[in-house]
Every structure is written in structure tokens, then in C-alpha cells.
């Protein structure tokens, strides 16, 4: 069973960092490409950030890029995000994403989400 577990999400103010992590188990994703996603209250999931398979190309949002980095541990099967200089409507429970597809400037979502894990940006 294809498992992706996100960890490290949290409380912090505004300007604050925190690290996420997405641990898959069952089967590897050395070879797709991931992504991270997100839902704030009544709104609907958007994109956040992806990678390619072997880590050498990203592509973000607008809203986030210059402040979050997406890389990822093959050897870990593990996926990451950076969130650097958050701010409040950076405040939605995030979602891991694997196997989709890839390219520079567009990434389409696999079959394979994660829980989600809550991020709360205090101002």
C-alpha cells in the first residue's frame, strides 16, 4: 500500500520558517516527479511547488517563489519544503503529491496525496 506521510507542520508568526517533510513507503518515487499543494478554509487546493525526478528542476507559484525551495532525498524516498518569510495566507493544511507529471513551467498532480499537515501563520 502506497503511503505518503507529510510532517512538520506547526504554529508560527509571520516571518517565520518552517521545514515539511513527505515520507513515501510502499513504493518509490525515485524515478516521478512530486509536488506540494494547499487549502486554506473555503477555498479550493492550489499549487505550490514540484520537482522533477531527479531533483535538478523546480517550478513554484507565484505567490510562493522566492521564498519556499521544494528538494527532495531519493535515497530517502522523502520529498521537502522550505518555507521561508511566511506570511498570514500562507495558512492552509499542505499536501504532498507523487507521481505526477513534470515539466519547467507546469506540474499535473499523480494518484498519490499525502494527509495533509497543518501550517498556521500567525501575524
Known amino acids: 500500500q502506497v503511503q505518503l506521510v507529510e510532517s512538520g507542520g506547526g504554529l508560527v508568526q509571520a516571518g517565520g520558517s518552517l521545514r515539511l517533510s513527505c515520507a513515501a513507503s510502499?513504493?518509490?518515487?525515485?524515478?516521478?516527479?512530486m509536488g506540494w499543494f494547499r487549502q486554506a478554509p473555503g477555498k479550493e487546493r492550489e499549487f505550490v511547488a514540484a520537482?522533477?525526478?531527479?531533483?535538478?528542476?523546480?517550478y513554484y507559484a507565484y505567490s510562493v517563489e522566492g521564498r519556499f525551495t521544494i528538494s527532495r532525498d531519493n535515497a530517502k524516498n522523502t520529498v521537502y519544503l522550505q518555507m521561508n518569510s511566511l506570511k498570514p495566507e500562507d495558512t492552509a493544511v499542505y499536501y504532498c503529491?507523487?507521481?505526477?507529471?513534470?515539466?519547467?513551467?507546469?506540474?499535473?498532480?499523480?494518484?498519490?496525496w499525502g494527509q495533509g499537515t497543518q501550517v498556521t501563520v500567525s501575524s
Open positions: 510502499g513504493r518509490t518515487f525515485s524515478s516521478r516527479a
Open positions: 520537482i522533477n525526478w531527479s531533483g535538478d528542476s523546480t
Open positions: 503529491n507523487g507521481g505526477g507529471l513534470y515539466g519547467s513551467s507546469w506540474y499535473r498532480a499523480g494518484d498519490y
